[in-house]
């Protein structure tokens, strides 16, 4: 049997998947760790130099009791900056005169919470893999903190966050986890721990006490950084961290040692609210080490200094008395045993670069040119010297200028080896992420088409997109490489119009490329009936529309002006989010209208949307669908003015904001109600074969119930990119693609484009912080994992899913169109497929590039995804045409 072009270019993408998956799973291996399994060993003795040390045991812990609260989101301005100061009041004071020790600590890429949390308690860099990982935390097997305790019999108790029972399952003498991705609650998820506080702190049964509260973190996924929700959120915070503050105080009166509470963040929190990425804002978090061991004299003024969060780990370690973990990364944070006796802090010191050491001693062969390795040893000589001179009795200035020296030394070493080890973070799977190159790279599809200027354009711009991605900076600013683009391709489509209409050239009408006969406009003429995509039925349209001389009055203005019509939509839709890294902190129309100050506005422009949307999609669906869209609108604002988003002309207030689960359910019945219409003609089509209405309105329906869907999970000021695309669509098909005649390759290819600008054009960028993940709870009442999972991602890859229904949708609405899918599968293969093969081969030479993790990376998750949306297009365009050739 002969295999067609659209099944061969289908079964490409399929391979090209495979190799995807099989080059990730090489470039995403697990980090560096230590290899040698946790066991009970002596620690490192203390060098000396001639007679034998009498310390060679762990030195004793530093707190009784530790409490560490975790507030999910906490970047760094939050607590040190004005926003600290008007709704922390609490801390402020802590942080300023109190006894407490202030840093902003570092995160790194990913900033999602799982990997965080294994970054705070093992003091290793998780993988990138690990954000992926996050949606469903396998038990950490990683020496951590959290295993060592339990292991020294300490007792944890643990509320908040359930990645930590997923993290560990039987350490925690008793614990009560909350989902932390139903984002949409943001009081319930902070009062269920909350309400354990009073009866826990008053028992004296535990050691180590752990709280991570994920209110602040669902407030910004909801509303971003500068919600009026913020503020009573962080003043909540501090009224719980005075409780627990004072409550500590009153029982170490008669207590040996003092205890130890550990205000953090796991990660930042961006602009637009969300994060995973690198900017300053989601990497930036607070620590605040709260204990009467730091007490200051007066005038003592102490700074936020910047560390690692993985220094954490090995502070932690010291705090409690217990061995640094083996693949721990960090160095103790110093100025914590600043008051401890020299020989202490020497030992500590010790003990983390020999750890630090032996961990570079098995993730690099050449460790000994290392200089962190040299200066380490220098370190142990000079404090075997130190520890000679002590063991002696000598008091002298040269035992403790020489202790100074140490211990500088120590410091020193301690970062070089950090950053050794940093940058060893990763070892590559070579040999997956070859094999996976060679399945890339076999598969994409070779075009034998001959070149016209429009296939000339789409070539050369899909080269310079893919040279592009070799640079990081074009990477963070894709998004204006797309907007030249289809900038371009308007001015393009502007020329070969008025050189049509003005000049005559290849006006004479001739069959169209993609259907095989005369090509009739919006008519069918076997059936007599209009069924083009957008439906229109044009009165005065020329009977032979694909003649441009043919066109008179409006018509022929509208097919002039349509060119700067898609430009001016453009322009339109760049001012409303700013995306990008260079530009995204800069005010746009999106957050001007997202204001509490203009609910109104943003009010009127919802219901104008919407509105709009009914007008360009009704069109071609039947009766019934016609009511199921208008009522599903009418949900959607409904739903919106639940959660408080925009008002009703008689609300005055938001005091009645729910969840909205119930509207978006209703919303919900009938996205599924059309879902099932149009499959149902769809299968009409199939059975009756010269039914071919059927299969046209059918597939129209599929496509408005995807609008409605995107309709829902959009949030409200990107309703206009939605009524902006459509609008695009209609005036493409109508006045572009039909009077000039294009194919099917032409046709594809600029859908392709439109879709990867319409990614941007709703404020997605390729940092994963862009992603709205509240997009996946709508209608959720408690977190369902594949649910979630695929209304977040239909909801971020709203666009090229709507502009690929679309494609479908015209080249299916022709009478002869087999030949039409088959080439459009075999087009839409090579442009998504090219740019994935050729950057694979980028990332790989690329991969100890300084920014691999932070955009790279990022950017090849998002081509993966692309490819799958690309994998399921194209099999349903066989699957069309399988159908189309059984009519």
Same mark, same amino acid.
């Given at each position: 049997?002969?295999?067609?072009?659209?099944?061969?270019?289908?079964?490409?993408?399929?391979?090209?998947?495979?190799?995807?998956?099989?080059?990730?799973?090489?470039?995403?291996?697990?980090?560096?760790?230590?290899?040698?399994?946790?066991?009970?060993?002596?620690?490192?003795?203390?060098?000396?130099?001639?007679?034998?040390?009498?310390?060679?045991?762990?030195?004793?812990?530093?707190?009784?009791?530790?409490?560490?609260?975790?507030?999910?989101?906490?970047?760094?301005?939050?607590?040190?900056?004005?926003?600290?100061?008007?709704?922390?009041?609490?801390?402020?004071?802590?942080?300023?005169?109190?006894?407490?020790?202030?840093?902003?600590?570092?995160?790194?890429?990913?900033?999602?919470?799982?990997?965080?949390?294994?970054?705070?308690?093992?003091?290793?860099?998780?993988?990138?893999?690990?954000?992926?990982?996050?949606?469903?935390?396998?038990?950490?097997?990683?020496?951590? !903190?959290? %295993?060592?305790? $339990?292991?020294?019999?300490?007792?944890?108790?643990?509320?908040?966050?359930?990645?930590?029972?997923?993290?560990?399952?039987?350490?925690?003498?008793?614990?009560?986890?909350?989902?932390?991705?139903?984002?949409?609650?943001?009081?319930?998820?902070?009062?269920?721990?909350?309400?354990?506080?009073? $009866?826990?702190?008053?028992?004296?049964?535990?050691?180590?006490?752990?709280?991570?509260?994920?209110?602040?973190?669902?407030?910004?996924?909801?509303?971003?950084?500068?919600?009026?929700?913020?503020?009573?959120?962080?003043?909540?915070?501090?009224?719980?961290?005075?409780?627990?503050?004072?409550?500590?105080?009153?029982?170490? +009166?008669?207590?040996?040692?003092?205890?130890?509470?550990?205000?953090?963040?796991?990660?930042?929190?961006?602009?637009?609210?969300?994060?995973?990425?690198?900017?300053?804002?989601?990497?930036?978090?607070?620590?605040?080490?709260?204990?009467?061991?730091?007490?200051? $004299?007066?005038?003592?003024?102490?700074?936020?200094?910047?560390?690692?969060?993985?220094?954490?780990?090995?502070?932690?370690?010291?705090?409690?008395?217990?061995?640094?973990?083996?693949?721990?990364?960090?160095?103790?944070?110093?100025?914590?045993?600043?008051?401890?006796?020299?020989?202490?802090?020497?030992?500590?010191?010790?003990?983390?670069?020999?750890?630090?050491?032996?961990?570079?001693?098995?993730?690099?062969?050449?460790?000994?040119?290392?200089?962190?390795?040299?200066?380490?040893?220098?370190?142990?000589?000079?404090?075997?010297?130190?520890?000679?001179?002590?063991?002696?009795?000598?008091?002298?200035?040269?035992?403790?200028?020489?202790?100074?020296?140490?211990?500088?030394?120590?410091?020193?070493?301690?970062?070089?080896?950090?950053?050794?080890?940093?940058?060893?973070?990763?070892?590559?799977?070579?040999?997956?992420?070859?094999?996976?190159?060679?399945?890339?790279?076999?598969?994409?599809?070779?075009?034998?088409?001959?070149?016209?200027?429009?296939?000339?354009?789409?070539?050369?711009?899909?080269?310079?997109?893919?040279?592009?991605?070799?640079?990081?900076?074009?990477?963070?600013?894709?998004?204006?490489?797309?907007?030249?683009?289809?900038?371009?391709?308007?001015?393009?489509?502007?020329?070969?119009?008025?050189?049509?209409?003005?000049?005559?050239?290849?006006?004479?009408?001739? +069959?169209?490329?993609?259907?095989?006969?005369?090509?009739?406009?919006?008519?069918?003429?076997?059936?007599?009936?209009?069924?083009?995509?957008?439906?229109?039925?044009?009165?005065?349209?020329?009977?032979?529309?694909?003649?441009?001389?043919?066109?008179?009055?409006?018509?022929?203005?509208?097919?002039?002006?349509?060119?700067?019509?898609?430009?001016?939509?453009?322009?339109?839709?760049?001012?409303?989010?700013?995306?990008?890294?260079?530009?995204?902190?800069?005010?746009?129309?999106?957050?001007?209208?997202?204001?509490?100050?203009?609910?109104?506005?943003?009010?009127?422009?919802?219901?104008?949307?919407?509105?709009?949307?009914? !007008?360009? !999609?009704?069109?071609?669906?039947?009766?019934?669908?016609?009511?199921? !869209?208008?009522?599903?609108?009418?949900?959607?604002?409904?739903?919106?003015?639940?959660?408080?988003?925009?008002?009703?002309?008689?609300?005055?207030?938001?005091?009645?904001?729910?969840?909205?689960?119930?509207?978006?359910?209703?919303?919900?019945?009938?996205?599924?109600?059309?879902?099932?219409?149009?499959? $149902?003609?769809?299968?009409?089509?199939?059975?009756?074969?010269?039914?071919?209405?059927?299969?046209?309105?059918?597939?129209?329906?599929?496509?408005?119930?995807?609008?409605?869907?995107?309709?829902?999970?959009?949030?409200?000021?990107?309703?206009?990119?939605?009524?902006?695309?459509?609008?695009?669509?209609?005036?493409?098909?109508?006045?572009?693609?039909?009077?000039?005649?294009?194919?099917?390759?032409?046709?594809?290819?600029?859908?392709?484009?439109?879709?990867?600008?319409?990614?941007?054009?709703?404020?997605?960028?390729?940092?994963?912080?862009?992603?709205?993940?509240?997009?996946?709870?709508?209608?959720?009442?408690?977190?369902?994992?594949?649910?979630?999972?695929?209304?977040?991602?239909?909801?971020?890859?709203?666009?090229?899913?709507?502009?690929?229904?679309?494609?479908?949708?015209?080249?299916?609405?022709?009478?002869?169109?087999?030949?039409?899918?088959?080439?459009?599968?075999?087009?839409?293969?090579?442009?998504?497929?090219?740019?994935?093969?050729?950057?694979?081969?980028?990332?790989?030479?690329?991969?100890?590039?300084?920014?691999?993790?932070?955009?790279?990376?990022?950017?090849?998750?998002?081509?993966?995804?692309?490819?799958?949306?690309?994998?399921?297009?194209?099999?349903?365009?066989?699957?069309?045409?399988?159908?189309? %050739?059984?009519?």
């Amino acid at each position: 049997m002969r295999l067609g072009s659209g099944t061969f270019a289908a079964g490409c993408v399929v391979i090209e998947v495979l190799g995807v998956a099989l080059f990730l799973r090489g470039f995403f291996p697990a980090p560096v760790f230590s290899g040698t399994e946790r066991q009970a060993e002596s620690p490192a003795p203390e060098p000396s130099a001639g007679a034998s040390s009498n310390w060679t045991e762990l030195p004793p812990p530093l707190f009784s009791k530790v409490v560490i609260m975790l507030i999910d989101a906490l970047r760094d301005d939050f607590v040190f900056g004005s926003k600290g100061v008007k709704f922390m009041p609490y801390t402020t004071y802590l942080v300023e005169k109190g006894s407490s020790l202030s840093f902003v600590a570092e995160a790194k890429p990913p900033t999602v919470t799982m990997p965080r949390i294994k970054a705070l308690l093992t003091g290793s860099l998780p993988g990138f893999i690990d954000v992926v990982r996050n949606l469903n935390s396998p038990t950490l097997l990683e020496d951590n !903190v959290i %295993t060592r305790a $339990k292991a020294a019999g300490k007792r944890i108790i643990f509320y908040g966050d359930e990645t930590w029972v997923k993290l560990f399952p039987k350490h925690f003498v008793e614990y009560d986890g909350t989902t932390s991705f139903f984002v949409s609650d943001y009081t319930e998820v902070d009062n269920n721990v909350t309400r354990h506080l009073d $009866k826990v702190l008053k028992r004296q049964d535990w050691d180590v006490l752990i709280l991570h509260y994920l209110g602040l973190d669902h407030i910004g996924h909801i509303s971003g950084p500068s919600s009026p929700l913020i503020g009573p959120k962080l003043s909540e915070m501090d009224s719980i961290l005075m409780k627990i503050h004072t409550s500590l105080l009153s029982e170490e +009166r008669g207590a040996l040692l003092p205890s130890l509470l550990a205000l953090c963040g796991d990660h930042g929190m961006s602009e637009a609210g969300g994060h995973g990425a690198s900017s300053m804002e989601e990497v930036n978090t607070a620590l605040v080490l709260i204990s009467s061991a730091f007490e200051r $004299k007066p005038g003592d003024v102490r700074h936020p200094t910047h560390v690692q969060q993985t220094d954490l780990a090995a502070t932690l370690s010291v705090g409690l008395g217990l061995p640094i973990p083996k693949s721990n990364t960090g160095s103790l944070l110093f100025r914590v045993v600043e008051g401890r006796p020299v020989r202490e802090q020497l030992r500590l010191l010790h003990l983390n670069t020999v750890q630090l050491s032996k961990l570079l001693q098995e993730n690099v062969p050449s460790y000994k040119k290392e200089p962190g390795f040299e200066q380490f040893k220098v370190a142990e000589r000079l404090h075997r010297s130190w520890v000679r001179l002590y063991l002696e009795g000598s008091n002298s200035e040269a035992l403790a200028n020489l202790g100074a020296k140490v211990r500088r030394q120590y410091l020193d070493a301690l970062r070089m080896l950090r950053l050794s080890l940093t940058r060893r973070a990763a070892q590559y799977d070579v040999y997956s992420m070859a094999v996976g190159t060679v399945l890339v790279l076999e598969t994409p599809p070779q075009s034998t088409s001959r070149w016209s200027e429009l296939g000339l354009l789409s070539f050369l711009g899909t080269v310079g997109h893919v040279l592009s991605l070799g640079a990081s900076s074009f990477i963070e600013e894709e998004h204006q490489t797309w907007y030249f683009l289809i900038n371009t391709l308007c001015l393009a489509l502007c020329h070969q119009i008025y050189r049509h209409c003005f000049l005559g050239d290849d006006c004479a009408p001739q +069959r169209c490329p993609h259907t095989g006969e005369e090509f009739d406009g919006v008519a069918v003429a076997r059936q007599g009936k209009r069924a083009g995509p957008e439906g229109w039925e044009l009165s005065h349209a020329p009977k032979d529309p694909s003649s441009l001389e043919a066109l008179r009055g409006p018509e022929r203005w509208m097919v002039l002006a349509s060119p700067w019509l898609v430009l001016a939509c453009c322009r339109l839709l760049r001012s409303l989010n700013q995306t990008g890294v260079q530009w995204a902190h800069r005010p746009d129309l999106g957050h001007w209208l997202t204001s509490s100050d203009h609910k109104a506005e943003l009010s009127v422009l919802a219901a104008l949307s919407l509105t709009m949307i009914f !007008v360009l !999609v009704q069109k071609r669906c039947s009766l019934t669908s016609k009511v199921a !869209v208008a009522f599903g609108l009418l949900g959607i604002y409904c739903y919106r003015a639940a959660i408080g988003n925009v008002l009703f002309p008689w609300q005055q207030d938001n005091k009645d904001i729910s969840k909205g689960i119930t509207e978006a359910r209703f919303v919900y019945v009938f996205v599924l109600g059309i879902l099932f219409t149009g499959t $149902k003609d769809l299968l009409k089509s199939q059975i009756i074969a010269a039914d071919f209405t059927a299969r046209t309105v059918g597939l129209w329906e599929i496509h408005s119930g995807l609008v409605l869907l995107a309709a829902l999970l959009l949030r409200p000021h990107n309703l206009p990119v939605l009524v902006l695309s459509l609008a695009v669509q209609t005036v493409m098909t109508q006045f572009i693609w039909r009077p000039l005649r294009h194919g099917a390759a032409a046709v594809t290819v600029m859908h392709y484009w439109f879709g990867q600008a319409f990614f941007y054009f709703q404020g997605n960028s390729n940092s994963i912080a862009t992603v709205d993940i509240s997009a996946g709870f709508v209608g959720l009442d408690a977190y369902m994992e594949i649910p979630a999972m695929f209304l977040t991602a239909f909801a971020t890859y709203s666009g090229p899913v709507l502009w690929a229904s679309h494609l479908v949708n015209f080249l299916t609405s022709e009478a002869s169109s087999g030949s039409a899918l088959r080439r459009a599968c075999f087009c839409y293969a090579l442009v998504c497929s090219v740019p994935v093969s050729v950057y694979i081969v980028m990332v790989t030479s690329l991969r100890y590039h300084l920014f691999i993790w932070s955009v790279f990376s990022p950017k090849l998750l998002y081509e993966g995804m692309h490819l799958l949306i690309t994998a399921a297009v194209c099999i349903f365009f066989t699957a069309m045409d399988q159908t189309n %050739t059984k009519s």
